[in-house]
């Protein structure tokens, strides 16, 4: 994939938001009417743009009938050896952001935490353990 275009109604709101996750700026332009960029980080590259008069989005958590674009996924290997890690410490520049500045940052909400994996080995599933 070369890049995901995003629309926004506040270009520099989305830039602060993108730059604490680690991407940075590297193009500035305006296309048509509107504020855009390009910023690169995460081994990935995101175009934004900046939609006058915004119409309210759908939640699209929240409603389970809600179609189109969901969520975006970043690979973090080559990033971070433990994502747990990387994880926390982005909750904590998103909440120390968020102190300085709560107009500018609104409160991070992480939707998935995955904490270990294991197999839990047991008389019952001994025989089902791979290598058992």
């Known amino acids: ?6 629309r926004t ?10 730059e604490l996750l680690g991407f940075k700026v590297c193009d500035r ?8 960029c390009w910023m690169e980080g995460l081994q990935g590259r995101i175009e934004l743009i900046q939609i006058p008069q915004p119409h309210p989005a759908p939640d699209a958590f929240n409603d389970e009938h809600y179609v189109g674009y969901y969520h975006l996924s970043f690979d973090l290997t080559d990033t971070t050896p433990d ?4 994880l926390d410490s982005l909750q904590q520049r998103f909440d120390q952001a968020h102190q300085e500045q709560p107009e500018q940052y609104p409160p991070l ?3 998935l935490r995955i904490e270990t994996w294991c ?4 008389s019952e599933n001994k025989d089902n353990v791979p290598g058992h």
């Open 9 to 18: 109604g506040n270009i520099h709101k989305a830039v602060a938001f993108y």
């Open 83 to 86: 994502l747990i890690d990387w």
């Open 1 to 6: 994939m070369h890049h995901v275009s995003i």
């Open 29 to 36: 332009f305006t296309t048509g009417y509107t504020l855009a």
């Open 109 to 111: 909400k992480i939707l």
């Open 119 to 122: 197999i839990t080995q047991t």
